[in-house]
């Protein structure tokens, strides 16, 4: 199963990201992390991207494309896998068709997780993240339990630079320009609608309802194949 978890940045894919795919055992693309990681690496693609990033803008189509085309034709995602972040244009979203054509992969089943915009702005400012594993925390609704430090491993947690409220406004206007209109292209696709202003458990409930009987069709169709 290809999912494709799909709403504006703080919306909280990161977070039902993790429980889903540990409830699935498929590994999670975000490509947000691995452009932090291509940074953090100091690579050719790093440094590329790490000016965008801090401005809040959109890191170029032919970049990220290349770098999700290595990832997800890895073995591990043969299974199926979850993207975050990814399609983020029209452009993207036409490549990943073509992406899952090839690897003869069933098309994504899409979950977007819808937030109003007032919303997003409070909650960036007050998210926190481990810079080891990347776990996501919110101060006021999902703090760790020891304060400033992740709860998996101890680690300091930080803020994203890009977390600052200039540069949250700046995505968020990315997002209403060029991401928004990627919902179009999965009009005809398997599309829920998620109200994301819930708590995590809820949201993850109504998508494991969703999901479940779906996954009895996909083992079907596996068996069958
Ligand atoms: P959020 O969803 O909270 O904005 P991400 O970690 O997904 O955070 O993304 C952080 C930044 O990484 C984005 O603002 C953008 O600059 C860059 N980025 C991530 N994914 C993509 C993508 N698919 N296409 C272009 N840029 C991307």
Not at 131 to 144: A, E, G, I, T
Not at 152 to 174: C, F, G, N, Q, S
Request: proline share 7%.
């Amino acid at each position: 199963m290809v999912l494709l978890l799909f709403g504006p940045p703080g919306c909280g894919k990161g977070t039902q990201s993790r429980l889903i795919t540990s409830w699935l055992k498929i590994p999670a693309i975000s490509t947000g992390e691995m452009l932090r990681a291509e940074i953090q690496a100091g690579t050719a693609l790093g440094q590329a991207a790490q000016s965008i990033m801090a401005g809040g803008g959109l890191v170029g189509d032919d970049l990220v494309n290349e770098m999700l085309l290595q990832r997800v034709s890895k073995p591990d995602c043969s299974p199926g896998f979850l993207l975050d972040g990814y399609p983020r244009t029209v452009e993207q979203a036409e490549y990943l068709d073509r992406v899952l054509d090839d690897l003869k992969m069933p098309p994504a089943v899409v979950l977007h997780l819808d937030v109003p915009n007032d919303a997003l702005v409070g909650r960036m400012s007050s998210r926190r993240q481990c810079p080891k594993c990347s776990r996501v925390y919110n101060l006021l609704h999902q703090p760790p339990r020891v304060a400033g430090l992740c709860d998996d491993d101890a680690t300091p947690l930080i803020t994203r630079k890009d977390d600052r409220e200039e540069v949250v406004r700046a995505r968020l206007e990315m997002y209403d320009c060029l991401t928004r209109p990627v919902l179009a292209h999965y009009q005809h696709t398997d599309y829920f609608q998620i109200r994301g202003d819930r708590s995590p458990g809820y949201i993850f409930e109504e998508i494991s309802g969703i999901l479940e009987p779906r996954l009895g069709n996909v083992q079907q169709a596996m068996e069958a194949g």
